[in-house]
């Protein structure tokens, strides 16, 4: 949810008698208030009194830190509160099932020092509040300093009003401005010695036209798109000023919408987007339209429940005598019973064409009683979202009367977080079924997306800083951060060096030679990758190019901990990286609590000759080793997989010309999709399925199934069931479960389609005569051919690498293999014959780029032969 450049602070309690009045607020869409343990009962009445009319911006650091009434705010219709560090780390714990981007950070009152801001914004990537601001000169530096994009969005309020010069410094460098209502005004030319609003907020918007206008969406109130217009700072001030739409035209000035038509424009708020570089204006529309067409919109007349209530607003006014709609008006008993009659009729409908028939004859109905109601569309909306921002649910039981006279006896049970893994411990696990003759193309896309990833502005927020530290501050920076995420605290030093002592690689029998065997497979693939000579060809008579492999000299490989030990990915890694010669290898690898790293690990390390493995993981990891510390070696590429925040992390290192380090590729989620056919043992899918479920609740998995019956499709079903029920990572595998789908198909070639649409990891086909369809793959990481290859080989023993594209990424990328650690280098050898073949050429085509002293080049040596001869 953006905010504004500028807040009013609102006192709910004694409303001021100057200043901004409730509804010139309001057109600036949010408002700041400030709830104590005083005001507290008032504000919770203030809040729903005026939803509708706002975003409410609540300062409650000052509350008890319990969280309860923090809670109670949120549920209100709060839409982000103010909290203590105190009350953000107890908020966090999933039984307050709050969404922690509701939440902004404050610092605390009289510490505006450097470290202060730099510690509030490692603790949170959600915002930060500086209050009771006395030096917005040292402000404003630290947010120059610190930078104005990707990072968690800063609001600062003021020790006493600042001036306007303040305010628009403050502007510049992205900082959200909470000012008293009180010091502000709409009409700078009455109201002498107040700040204007229209100022301050213009000061905030960014332009890159020449005329230096502003973009501006007009929209009616359900977010219909009106018109597109251009703003200055001065129609924004006399908009604010009437409470009317006013726009810059570019031939005649100032327009003021309406004046000579009367389509006048009441204005409900002004919004900035994202970029702080287009405006958007709410508006309800009076006359005919926005266009000067007379026709409600420039694009042509509505569609949609926007058109219907304006259809049954007309009718209600003025419907024909004897007319349906008029007769719904004037009889309530008719109107009631055609909602019930279209309520069931909607409930009772199977196919996808009869549910929307139905709903939409429940709208009609429902919007009838609404208008009849004077309730507007708007009206239904903001009470959607004042229901969006609940936090305490009912429990959401039917009426006993619609329940056949039994009262429902299911048990209360709490809302859980978003993408909790344990939203039901008992229930049955089972993956959602679609049949892709009975979907769009267009429901198909959305039906395969993969689990949503916290925005990249929240990934951002938190991986950037810690970039910047570990850049900064080196060993001492990564031992922080991992004592602090990886909950060690009493680790001394983050580099563990060769030769690596005996006794950190103690391993039972059975696990040594499990790694020696799988070792020697994927060391035999990956060495018949080798390019057996340089590529050598002649273009032309005395023309000779050649093309290369070198290893790259240093490389960093990843090796995650998180939910499960990965000793595979460090064979993965590390053996391909001692075939190609690469001279400095270094793992590495969330340490354990006490410190210590997996012994598989380091035997594996030893195994390929790491030079180091580094005790850190997540984006301090990344850092270390993109840029190097006072102990761990810079490397010149880095690999392995992650959760959003090493990825995140890779990206932003391998953008940065100062870290000159690439990667391996973007890598998400782990994933898995099987083709099955009626030849498929449904045992053999449900275990295929589980074995990428388990790998975190982020994760997903897809079935596609070729023309399989009711009871073929049960059968995966309930094998599914009951082999996650005896996993003991159950709860993990719920959660992926969760999101993931079963898609059914009535041919092989239609599987492929959708398999090469979605373009998985992980490819199983299970399906008659599956060698021969491997032709049909076009996407995916890794393909695993039969029903006696199951992808645990694949990730473990059988030779072929398992960091591979995920979240659609093997549309463009493969996985890793010899060709990811080495570079090709090209060369070119001419003669005396070869120059003077190729020279015109080349002398012609410099000629036409006007890069003479490539010309000369050639022609000096040219001539030097002419000469000789």
């Given at each position: 949810m953006?905010?504004?450049?500028l807040?009013?602070a609102?006192?709910?309690?004694v409303?001021?008698a100057?200043g901004?009045s409730?509804q010139s607020?309001?057109h600036l869409?949010?408002?700041?208030?400030?709830?104590?343990?005083?005001n507290?009962?008032?504000?919770?009445e203030?809040?729903?009194?005026?939803?509708?009319?706002?975003?409410?911006?609540?300062?409650?650091s000052?509350?008890?830190?319990?969280g309860?009434q923090?809670?109670?705010?949120l549920?209100a219709g709060?839409s982000?509160?103010?909290t203590s560090l105190e009350?953000?780390k107890?908020?966090?714990?999933p039984?307050?099932q709050?969404?922690?981007d509701?939440?902004?950070l404050a610092?605390a009152?009289g510490?505006?020092t450097?470290e202060d801001?730099?510690?509030?914004?490692?603790?949170?990537s959600l915002?930060?509040?500086?209050?009771d601001?006395?030096?917005v000169?040292f402000?404003h530096?630290?947010?120059?300093?610190?930078g104005?994009e990707?990072?968690?969005?800063v609001?600062?309020?003021f020790?006493s009003?600042?001036?306007?010069?303040?305010a628009?410094?403050?502007?510049?460098?992205n900082?959200?401005l909470?000012?008293d209502s009180?010091?502000?005004t709409?009409?700078?030319?009455k109201?002498k010695?107040?700040?204007?609003?229209?100022?301050?907020?213009?000061?905030g918007l960014?332009?890159?036209r020449s005329?230096?206008?502003f973009?501006t969406l007009?929209?009616d109130?359900q977010?219909v798109a009106?018109?597109?217009?251009?703003?200055?700072?001065e129609s924004i001030?006399?908009s604010?000023?009437?409470g009317?739409?006013?726009?810059?035209?570019r031939?005649?000035?100032?327009?003021y919408?309406?004046a000579?038509?009367g389509?006048?424009?009441e204005?409900v708020?002004?919004d900035?987007d994202c970029?702080?570089?287009?405006l958007?204006f709410?508006?309800r529309?009076?006359?005919k339209?926005f266009?000067?067409?007379?026709?409600?919109?420039?694009f042509?007349?509505?569609?949609?429940?926007?058109?219907l209530?304006?259809t049954?607003?007309?009718?209600?006014?003025s419907?024909?005598?004897g007319?349906?709609?008029?007769?719904?008006f004037?009889?309530p008993?008719?109107?009631?019973?055609?909602?019930m009659?279209e309520a069931e009729?909607?409930?009772?409908?199977k196919?996808?064409?009869d549910?929307?028939?139905?709903a939409?004859?429940?709208?009609y109905?429902a919007?009838t009683k609404?208008?009849?109601a004077?309730?507007t569309?708007?009206?239904v909306?903001?009470?959607l979202?004042?229901?969006?921002?609940k936090?305490?649910?009912?429990?959401?039981d039917?009426?006993e009367?619609?329940?056949n006279?039994?009262?429902?006896q299911t048990?209360?049970?709490?809302?859980p977080?978003p993408?909790?893994?344990q939203?039901?411990?008992n229930?049955?696990?089972?993956?959602?079924?679609y049949?892709?003759s009975?979907?769009?193309?267009g429901e198909?896309?959305?039906i395969l997306?993969?689990?949503?990833?916290?925005?990249?502005?929240t990934?951002?927020?938190?991986?950037?800083p810690i970039i910047?530290?570990v850049k900064?501050?080196g060993d001492?920076a990564l031992?922080?951060?991992?004592?602090k995420?990886?909950r060690?605290?009493d680790?001394k030093s983050t580099v563990l060096r060769?030769?690596?002592?005996e006794?950190?690689m103690?391993?039972?029998?059975?696990?040594?030679a499990a790694?020696d065997?799988?070792y020697e497979?994927?060391l035999k693939f990956h060495?018949?990758?080798?390019?057996?000579k340089?590529l050598?060809?002649?273009?032309?008579?005395g023309v000779r190019?050649?093309?290369?492999a070198?290893?790259?000299?240093r490389v960093?490989?990843?090796?995650?901990?998180?939910t499960?030990?990965?000793?595979s990915t460090?064979l993965?890694?590390?053996?391909?990286a001692?075939?190609a010669?690469?001279?400095t290898?270094v793992?590495?690898?969330p340490?354990?609590?006490?410190?210590?790293i997996?012994p598989e690990?380091?035997y594996?390390?030893?195994k390929?000759g790491?030079?180091?493995i580094v005790l850190?993981?997540?984006a301090?990891?990344?850092?270390?080793?993109?840029?190097g510390?006072?102990?761990v070696?810079k490397?010149?590429?880095i690999?392995?997989p992650?959760n959003?925040?090493v990825?995140?992390?890779?990206?932003?290192?391998?953008?940065?010309?100062?870290?000159?380090?690439?990667i391996?590729?973007?890598a998400g989620?782990s994933e898995?999709?099987?083709?099955?056919d009626?030849?498929?043992?449904p045992?053999?899918v449900a275990?295929d399925?589980?074995s990428?479920?388990e790998h975190?609740?982020d994760?997903q998995?897809v079935l596609i199934?070729?023309d399989?019956?009711?009871?073929?499709?049960q059968?995966?079903d309930?094998e599914l069931h009951?082999?996650?029920?005896?996993l003991p990572r159950v709860?993990?595998?719920?959660g992926?479960?969760d999101?993931?789908?079963?898609?059914?198909v009535d041919?092989?070639?239609?599987?492929?389609?959708v398999?090469?649409l979605?373009?998985?990891e992980h490819l199983?086909l299970?399906?008659?005569?599956?060698?021969a369809?491997?032709?049909k793959?076009?996407n995916?990481?890794?393909?695993?051919?039969?029903?006696?290859?199951?992808?645990s080989v694949?990730?473990?023993s059988a030779?072929?690498n398992h960091?591979?594209p995920?979240?659609g990424?093997?549309k463009?990328?493969?996985?890793?293999?010899l060709?990811?650690?080495?570079?090709h280098?090209t060369s070119?050898?001419l003669?005396?014959?070869?120059l003077?073949?190729?020279?015109s050429a080349?002398?012609?085509?410099a000629a036409?780029?006007g890069l003479?002293a490539?010309r000369?080049?050639?022609k000096?040596?040219?001539d030097?032969?002419?000469?000789?001869?």
């Open positions: 953006a905010t504004a450049p807040i009013p609102y006192d709910f309690v409303p001021p100057t901004l409730l607020i309001s869409s949010w408002i700041f208030i400030a709830v104590t343990p005083e507290y009962a008032q504000a919770l203030f809040i729903p009194q005026t939803f509708g009319l706002f975003n409410f911006l609540v300062e409650a000052s509350l008890p830190s319990d309860a923090i809670k109670e705010l549920n709060a982000k509160v103010i009350q953000l107890l908020l966090r714990d039984k307050f709050i969404n922690e509701r939440l902004i610092i009152r510490k505006n450097r801001f730099e510690n509030a914004i490692r603790d949170t915002g930060v509040f500086v209050p601001v006395a030096d000169a402000v530096g630290w947010l120059e300093q610190y104005t990707n990072r968690p969005s609001f600062i309020s020790e009003t600042p001036t306007i010069e303040e628009f410094e403050l502007m510049k460098v900082a959200s909470i000012i009180k010091d502000l709409v009409d700078s030319a109201e010695g107040f700040l204007s609003v229209g100022e301050i907020y213009a000061s960014k332009s890159d005329d230096g206008l973009t007009v929209v109130e977010g009106l018109g597109l217009v251009y703003s200055s700072k001030k006399e604010l000023k009437t009317s739409g006013v726009y810059q035209s031939k005649r000035g100032l327009w919408k309406g000579t038509s389509a006048t424009q204005l708020r002004i900035i970029d702080g570089d287009c958007r709410t508006v529309q009076k006359g339209g266009c000067h067409l007379e026709t409600r919109t420039c042509g007349e509505s569609t949609g429940l926007g058109a209530q304006a049954l607003t007309s009718r209600f006014a419907a024909p005598e007319s349906y709609t008029a007769r719904l004037k009889d008993a008719l109107l009631k019973a055609k909602i009659e009729e909607l409930c009772e409908a196919t996808k064409d549910v929307a028939w139905e939409a004859d429940l709208l109905f919007f609404c208008v009849s004077g309730v569309l708007a009206d909306e903001r009470n979202d004042a229901k969006s921002l936090v305490v649910r009912r429990k959401g039917a009426k009367k619609w329940t006279g039994t009262k429902a048990a209360a049970a709490p809302i977080p993408d909790s893994a939203k039901d411990t229930g049955r696990i089972e993956m959602k079924r049949f892709a009975e979907i769009s193309s198909l896309d959305g997306k993969r689990p949503s990833q916290k925005s990249s502005d990934i951002m927020g938190i991986v950037n910047k530290a900064e501050d001492k031992l922080g951060y991992t004592q995420f990886d060690c605290p680790l060769a030769p690596y002592a006794s950190l103690t391993l039972t029998p059975e696990v040594k790694i065997l799988s497979n994927i060495a018949a990758q080798k390019e057996a340089p050598e060809v002649e273009t032309m008579p190019c050649s093309r290369f070198r290893p790259i000299e960093g490989l990843y090796i995650p901990g998180g499960a030990v990965l000793p460090a993965m890694l590390g053996v391909p001692l075939v010669g690469c001279k290898i793992f590495a690898s340490p354990r609590p006490d410190g210590s997996t690990i380091v594996i390390a030893h390929v790491a030079e180091a850190a993981g997540g301090q990891a990344v850092a270390a080793l993109a840029y510390t006072e102990s070696p490397v010149d590429k690999l392995g992650g959003q925040f990825t995140a992390a890779k990206m932003v290192v391998s953008n940065d010309t100062g870290a000159t380090v690439s391996d590729m973007p989620p898995v999709l099987v083709i099955a009626k030849t498929a043992n045992a053999f275990s399925l589980l990428q479920a975190g609740v994760s998995v199934a070729v399989l019956s009711a009871d073929q499709l059968a995966i309930d009951a082999q996650a029920m005896a709860d993990i595998v719920r992926a479960i999101h993931s789908v079963t898609v059914v041919s092989v070639e239609k599987a492929f389609e398999s090469n979605y373009a998985p199983i299970q399906i008659a005569d599956a060698k369809c491997v032709e793959v076009q995916a990481g890794s393909v695993f051919i039969g029903q006696w290859t199951p992808e694949g990730d473990y030779g072929v960091s591979l995920t979240y990424y093997a463009q990328y493969s996985g890793v293999n060709a990811t650690y080495v570079k280098i070119s050898e003669s005396a014959e070869g003077r073949n190729l020279g080349v002398m012609d085509l036409v780029e003479d490539h000369m080049a050639v000096i040596r040219l030097h032969m002419t000469k000789a001869a």
